[in-house]
């Protein structure tokens, strides 16, 4: 790994822990005007101090994001399908990698649909990408995508979609928890970071869901809807943080996330 992507990579997964938190409010590409992202900029705005990357499209970066933040950007540079058309595998590259290395991101990141119709052009699009990021320098985040077929999340599935994708060239993957976790992690040779996926019944749920993750090898977390979705954001990615960054126990972190949103109410 050269010493620009290796560089580049750092900016996300923080060399002092290991660890990365990041905020994923890319959901708009196929999902439209999302509860509480319809105006993504003040969603986004307040939790950018708490966030070690922001997973995003380059539209809501122009647009909604300030450029002097001082926050590395994972663009999503795939697309061209919607939750309501006939298959969200169906997938293809919808930016330059120029406008990538304009917008001067610290990483690509597109998803990936093994076992669908579609697995071929996924899996070229991300070698496409592996390329043009060797070239230049950007690491690319290959996201192991399920599309509506959420069932698939087991570790065998898994344990596939990252290998295929580290071998094809990923310099990081994200994917689903499911039982037996460590055994993907095992398998996969480039860091592994964990999707909040839907919205979970409880916030404790999703502190359990970034502990059990941490704890089987996931360097670290990609979530969005578990944290925006909640009435009480910045308490809520502040927890996450403390169990990814400080192994906080799930226990102590719902704790801080009280104590949090106590301090919101009062401010």
Not at 22 to 42: C, I, S
Not at 170 to 182: I, L, P
Not at 194 to 221: E, M, N, Y
Request: some cysteine; hydrophobic content about 40%; aromatic content about 6%.
């Amino acid at each position: 790994m050269h010493w620009g992507l290796a560089n580049r990579l750092s900016r996300i997964i923080k060399p002092t822990t290991g660890r990365t938190v990041m905020l994923a409010v890319d959901h708009g590409y196929f999902l439209g005007p999302t509860r509480k992202l319809e105006v993504p900029g003040e969603t986004i705005r307040p939790l950018i101090p708490y966030a070690d990357a922001l997973m995003l499209t380059r539209g809501v970066l122009r647009t909604s994001v300030d450029a002097t933040a001082d926050l590395p950007i994972v663009l999503r540079v795939s697309g061209g399908t919607s939750i309501i058309g006939p298959s969200l595998a169906d997938e293809v590259i919808t930016t330059a990698f120029e406008d990538a290395i304009r917008l001067n991101v610290s990483a690509v990141a597109l998803s990936i649909f093994v076992g669908t119709e579609h697995e071929r052009q996924t899996l070229l699009s991300l070698s496409e990408l592996v390329n043009e990021g060797q070239r230049y320098g950007i690491p690319v985040l290959a996201v192991t995508a399920v599309g509506k077929e959420l069932g698939k999340r087991d570790a065998r599935f898994l344990s596939l979609c990252c290998r295929i994708a580290a071998e094809l060239g990923a310099s990081f993957v994200k994917t689903y928890y499911c039982e037996d976790f460590e055994k993907v992690v095992e398998g996969c040779p480039v860091p592994v970071v964990i999707a909040g996926g839907p919205k979970l019944d409880t916030f404790k749920d999703t502190l359990q869901l970034a502990h059990d993750a941490i704890s089987r090898g996931a360097v670290g977390v990609d979530m969005g809807r578990n944290i925006w979705q909640s009435d009480h954001p910045i308490a809520a990615i502040r927890a996450v943080r403390a169990v990814v960054h400080e192994n906080s126990p799930v226990d102590e972190a719902y704790d801080l996330f009280e104590q949090a949103k106590s301090a919101e109410g009062q401010t």
